[in-house]
Each structure stands twice: as C-alpha cells, then as structure tokens.
C-alpha cells in the first residue's frame, strides 16, 4: 500500500497569512503515460463530508477559491492558502489515487492564529 | 445538484451485519464509479471500497475483505454495502462518494453526509 504523510499535523496562521500544508507518498505517484500526478487534496470542517479541492495535485475543482493552490510532482506535494480566511479552519487531507487501496493522508488541522 | 443521501446505520452487536444504502442523484448514476470511506469519531479518513459503473469492478480495503460487499443498483441509483461480522472497530461514520469519473482510480468529488454505524454489545 502507498503511505501517505503529512506534516505538520496543525498549524495556526493569522487572518491574511499564508498556510502550507505537505504531503509525502512512500512511492511515486505520478503516472508517465498520462503525465498526471494522481494526488487530490479534500477540506473537512467540523461535521461535514469532506470536500474535494484539488486534483491531479494542481487542478481546482469548479468553486474553490483561488487563495488554494497545489503544487509537487512524484511523491511531494504541497497545498498552500495564499491568504487564509476564517472560513478555511478545517482539516485537510491528501489522498493519492494511483493504486488500490486509496490511501489518505493523515489530516492537517488549520486554525486562526 | 448532485446529492448523495445515506441510511442503514444504527447501533449493532459485535458480529452482526447492516445494509448501507446510498441514494444518489443529480447526475447519471450508472457512468460513475463510486466509494465508500469511512471515518472513526475523532480519526482520519479510511477508503473502504469502490465500484465501478457496471459493477464489473470491485476493490475493498484489506481491513474489510471478506466481510464487507459493495454492489449498486443502476435502475434504482443506489449504491450499497453490505456489512457483516461487525467489530468494534468498525464503528464510523461511512460516507458514500461519488467518483469524478467512471475509473476506480479517480478523486471523489462529491459525498454525503454519511451513516453512523456503531458496534458494541
């Protein structure tokens, strides 16, 4: 199964700052035939399904602000808020999608400095 | 508007089964793969088990193989999982996802709310 890491495991940030979040798979999971990294990254806030915000570790899904963007190739990605927002205290969540079983990364839990 | 509404969890005793059901709608149920991910109060998210459009395809994760069917109904657009000899640390909230396109290997890009399926005697 591909491991998925995330560091660091909270972080607080002041209103307007920026928030990097990273990501680690144990093995590469990026797929040379379709030059696509399959890594997606999901917001959960409290007592909600998580929802999806990137995928192919740098498409934003239809909606997500563009304060959210990600970046990395092969086995480190990065999701970054550019200038975080009250409404962006939620955990997050890597996932890669290249092989079965789907794994998930631990969470990222943001909150407002 | 794509929704995506789960029901069947409850409270059952170590060893016994539930049906999970998925009710979806807003999009052409049968040209998406769709998952089930479950969540432990307070923990991360687990995968547990995708489906392909036809149902030619089905994948579980390890911790449920054996005891865990994922099935759907394309006339009906449900999506199911059938889940026996329960343990105790299958207790979760179980979300039905609905796949971005019609490949396992794909993100989820819209969930439901989940079922809370919680096991103790």
């Known amino acids: 199964d591909i491991v998925m890491t995330q560091s660091p495991d909270s972080l607080a940030v002041s209103l307007g700052e920026r928030a990097t979040i990273n990501c680690r798979s144990s093995?590469?999971?990026?797929?040379?035939?379709?030059?696509?990294?399959?890594l997606a990254w999901y917001q959960q806030k409290p007592g909600q399904p998580p929802k999806l915000l990137i995928s192919?570790?740098?498409t934003r899904e239809s909606g997500v602000p563009d304060r959210f963007s990600g970046s990395g190739s092969g086995t480190d990605f990065t999701l970054t808020i550019s200038s975080l927002q009250a409404e962006d205290v939620a955990v997050y969540y890597c996932q890669q999608f290249y092989n079965l079983p789907l794994t998930f990364g631990p969470g990222t839990k943001v909150d407002i400095k | 508007e794509v929704q995506l509404l789960e029901s069947g969890g409850g409270l059952v005793q170590p060893g016994g089964s539930l049906r999970l059901s998925c009710a979806a709608s807003?999009?052409?149920?049968?040209?998406?793969?769709m998952s089930w991910v479950r969540q432990a109060p307070g923990k991360g998210l687990e995968w547990v088990s995708v489906i392909t459009g036809g149902s030619d395809n089905t994948n579980y994760a390890d911790s449920v193989k054996g005891r865990f069917t994922i099935s759907r109904d394309n006339s009906k657009n449900t999506l199911y999982l059938q889940v026996n000899s329960l343990r105790a640390e299958d207790t979760a909230v179980y979300h039905c996802?609905?796949?971005?396109?019609?490949?396992?290997?794909?993100?989820?890009?819209?969930w439901g709310q989940g079922t809370l399926v919680t096991v103790s005697s």
């Open positions: 192919w570790a740098s």
């Open positions: 996802a609905k796949n971005s396109d019609g490949s396992r290997y794909s993100p989820s890009d819209y």
């Open positions: 807003g999009f052409t149920f049968s040209n998406y793969a």
């Open positions: 093995q590469s999971v990026f797929y040379s035939s379709k030059n696509k990294n399959y």
